[in-house]
């Protein structure tokens, strides 16, 4: 029997995920409960106390099935299993129990677009050139020095690789040992439907579906263009480099997307939550339909820089681009990239900053995505080149969580974790649990409010005209109930008019609750939140 999770979030018609504060959660990195260096689905379980006290409602778990790991779980070679070092489908029960009794969803990373080459399908696959398996894959048969087009793999080269016994190419938009999947072929789609029957039978909440854009490419395998206009927020978008018009984001993808949708839809209140790089921003919301995904990432804060003008931009392209069915999401960091509070010391206060893009994370018009530790300010970990683990450079933002400043952080009783850690002596949960002033305590504060305010989760958005060009200001609505969220991005402090108010909470310590005048300065790098009097 599935409980009904309702009952902890406030009663009201909208839906749980649009209301819902998530946590994802790196389980190799998350806290390990049988000393082997690398966390697991049990360590998990046992830090659901601390995620509900939070103020958590869903944590979304990175790949948990068998893998060899050449990309760290994202190289599937079982989807109906879990990896040994995670623990075992037991263990995801548990973990989806011990969530549920808390009134906390789970949803579980699904990656359709390609397996590992491991994989009991591509094995099969890569045989003969007439295995019943071969078309479940991107063959083409040909000669060694002609690639079938110029697409290149996300992770760098080209996207094909030719494999002499059968004399044809197979695609990978990642690493040699991620074959991509044929959606074209019925069986594949079917057998993926599968695999999503299988994790929603076992309570996973939904998933978030990896690269879901890209699962489908041009069936005439036509070369991509180079790309004419360069985006601010996304390096990788440059001048001159290459458009993914044919091998990403095609119209065909919108019915696979469908077809996964059909299918979580037989279950109750279920989510598909994509990892989507569109190839404009503008069209994020074409993937966001009642019958496509609920809810799909929106990665403009993940490299934008620490300043009012590309947070403005990105949240404007958003709320411009989103219709009124439309939902975004928000996110600060991930496991792909460097943690925002790492990026942002790069110029100036990191943690005085990192409380101001908490405050703009947890009170814009959206799902808000919280990465593990980012909630106790957590930063990169150094990682020398003995110990670096992912083929692409990704292990400073994935270390092990510090719980406190015993060995390794709490992480591991085992002498060596499977990553160094960080600096778990001054940045670590114990620490910061009973201090008011604490990263930690602004988060709850920050979430409690949310969760109090009607306004911050369902109000409208509106910035306020006239603030200075550094600051973001903006006002949350409803019919009864008016916010305004002022955040200062520079520097210098900063005065900004408003008609009154009650300061709810403020990125500093220094600051008194309580009545406020207008103007309001602000200290450099200050966020304050304030109930604006009917
Ligand atoms: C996504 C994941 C990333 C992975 C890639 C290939 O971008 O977030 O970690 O390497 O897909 O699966």
Same mark, same amino acid.
Request: some cysteine; proline content about 6%; aromatic content about 10%.
């Given at each position: ?9 406030p ?57 060899p790991?050449?990309?760290?779980g ?14 075992d ?23 359709p ?10 094995v ?36 094909w ?12 938009m990642?690493?040699?040992?991620? @074959? ?6 019925p069986e ?47 390096p ?14 095609? @119209? ?6 469908r ?16 990892e ?6 503008e ?6 339909r009642?019958?496509?995904?609920q ?32 939902? @975004? ?50 930063r ?14 990704r292990?400073?933002c ?16 085992n ?24 990263m ?24 306020l ?8 200001v ?44 207008? @103007? ?7 966020g ?7």
């Open positions: 029997m599935r409980r009904d999770l309702s009952s902890r979030l009663q009201h018609p909208v839906d749980w995920w649009r209301r819902a504060v998530f946590y994802q959660i790196y389980p190799r990195s998350f806290a390990d409960s049988n000393g082997d260096g690398v966390g697991d689905l049990d360590g998990v379980t046992a830090h659901l106390d601390y995620l509900e006290s939070v103020g958590i409602d869903a944590i979304w778990l990175n790949p948990i099935n068998p893998s790991l050449d990309d760290w994202y190289d599937i070679s079982d989807y109906c299993g879990i990896h040994p070092e995670l623990g489908l037991a263990a995801f029960e548990r973990l989806i129990a011990a969530a549920h009794r808390r009134g906390i969803r789970v949803i579980v990373d699904l990656v677009n390609h397996t590992s080459d491991q994989h009991p399908w591509f099969e696959s890569r045989a003969s050139r007439t295995s019943p398996k071969r078309d479940w894959y991107i063959w083409i048969p040909g000669t060694a020095d002609r690639p079938p087009s110029n697409w290149e793999s996300y992770f760098g080269g080209s996207t690789k030719f494999d002499p016994a059968t004399a044809a190419w197979y695609l990978h990642f690493l040699e040992q991620q @074959p991509d999947l044929n959606y074209r072929n594949v789609v079917a057998a993926m439907h599968d695999v999503i029957r299988f994790w929603l039978e076992r309570g996973a909440d939904g998933f978030r579906i990896d690269v879901v854009q890209g699962l489908i490419k041009d069936e005439q395998l036509r070369d991509n263009p180079v790309r004419g206009v360069r985006d601010p927020d996304i990788w978008y440059a001048e001159g480099s290459q458009d993914p018009l044919y091998s990403s984001d095609r @119209p065909e993808v919108h019915e696979i997307i077809g996964f949708r059909r299918v979580s839809d037989d279950y109750k209140d279920r989510i598909l939550v994509g989507t790089w569109p190839r404009e921003q069209r994020l919301a074409d993937y966001l009642p019958d496509e995904l809810l799909a990432f929106n990665f403009r804060f993940l490299l934008a820089r620490y300043d009012a003008r590309r947070f403005r931009a990105a949240i404007e392209l958003t709320e411009k681009s989103f219709g009124p069915g439309a939902w @975004p999401t928000w996110t600060l960091s991930n496991h792909d990239f460097p943690r925002h509070i790492s990026r942002f010391a790069r110029h100036g206060d990191a943690d005085a900053r990192a409380r101001v893009a908490a405050m703009m994370l947890l009170t814009l018009r959206g799902t808000p995505f919280i990465y593990y530790g980012e909630e106790i300010g957590m990169d970990a150094e990682v020398a080149a003995a110990s670096k683990r992912d083929p692409v450079g292990d400073g994935r270390s092990p969580m510090q719980w406190s400043d015993a060995r390794n952080g709490g992480f591991s009783t002498a060596k974790t499977w990553l160094p850690c960080g600096d778990f002596k001054a940045v670590n949960v114990a620490r910061q649990m009973n201090d008011p002033r604490s930690l305590s602004l988060y709850r504060r920050l979430i409690e409010l949310r969760r109090s305010t009607p306004a911050i989760v369902e109000g409208s958005y509106r910035e005209e006239g603030a200075p060009e550094d600051c973001l903006f006002h949350r609505e409803t019919a009864t109930q008016h916010i305004v969220v002022a955040l200062n991005f520079s520097a210098e402090p900063r005065a900004i008019d408003l008609h009154g108010g009650k300061i709810l909470l403020s990125t500093i310590d220094t600051r008194a609750a309580g009545s406020t005048k207008s @103007p309001l300065t602000l200290a450099p790098d200050e304050v939140i304030v109930m604006v009097e009917a």
